[in-house]
T-cell receptor, first 111, second 115 residues
């Protein structure tokens, strides 16, 4: 499986935007970029995913570099509830391939 | 709609004892996953089912771990005998094959402590 590289931890002030980076230099043409997050004492939950174009949903935005070797998850206004571990995962196009998790980025939000 | 339900949430046992975890996936989801998460690490896949068939169990330590998914709905994961290194959170997830994003829905997990 193609691997991703994320910072171990990041910190943000409440109500400020947060940009969580992810490098995936060995991404293949059929790999989607998925983001999941894991709140304390919870299972991971889906945040967003994309292939080539930038994506927006109610939770976040995903900005994908033109060469697809990196991406950034954007939380527009961080809240205390956004404190979690964020995982950037590459997932093949076809079928129900399992998610392969790395260590993710632990985001702390300061009030 | 109910989410993925797991039980028990917490289990403390002594080493060499058996333990079992139960998972009820979201209704209609035909793919079920068991992951193990060690402290400070991301989840690692143990086994994946498509309906009642285990299609990927390459990471399941088969000497002491077993899993089943009878009738393609509920699933159980068993460890016998448990070892100290099995202390972890065991996560169950489900998804609907070939629909939408293939998003995985996770349960809250079962935290195992082996003494």
């Amino acid at each position: 499986d193609a691997k991703t590289t994320q910072p171990n931890s990041m910190e943000s002030n409440e109500e400020e935007p947060v940009h969580l980076p992810c490098n995936h230099s060995t991404i293949s043409g059929t790999d989607y970029i998925h983001w999941y997050r894991q709140l304390p004492s919870q299972g991971p939950e889906y945040v967003i995913h994309g292939l080539t174009s930038n994506v927006n949903n109610r939770m976040a935005s995903l900005a994908i570099a033109e060469d697809r070797k990196s991406s950034t998850l954007i939380l527009h206004r961080a809240t205390l509830r956004d404190a979690a571990v964020y995982y950037c995962i590459l997932r093949a196009l076809s079928g129900n391939t399992p998610l392969v998790f790395g260590k993710g980025t632990r985001l702390s939000v300061i009030a | 709609e109910a989410g993925v339900v797991q039980s028990p949430r917490y289990k403390i046992i002594e080493k060499k004892q058996p333990v079992a975890f139960w998972c009820n996936p979201i209704s209609g989801h035909n793919t079920l996953y068991w992951y193990r998460q060690n402290l400070g690490q991301g989840p690692e896949l143990l086994i994946r089912y498509e309906n009642e068939e285990a299609v990927d169990d390459s990471q399941l330590p088969k000497d002491r771990f077993s899993a089943e998914r009878l009738k393609g709905v509920d699933s159980t994961l068993k460890i016998q005998p448990a070892e100290l290194g099995d202390s972890a959170v065991y996560l169950c997830a489900s998804s609907f094959r070939d629909r939408g994003t293939g998003e995985l829905f996770f349960g809250e997990g079962s935290r195992l402590t082996v003494l």
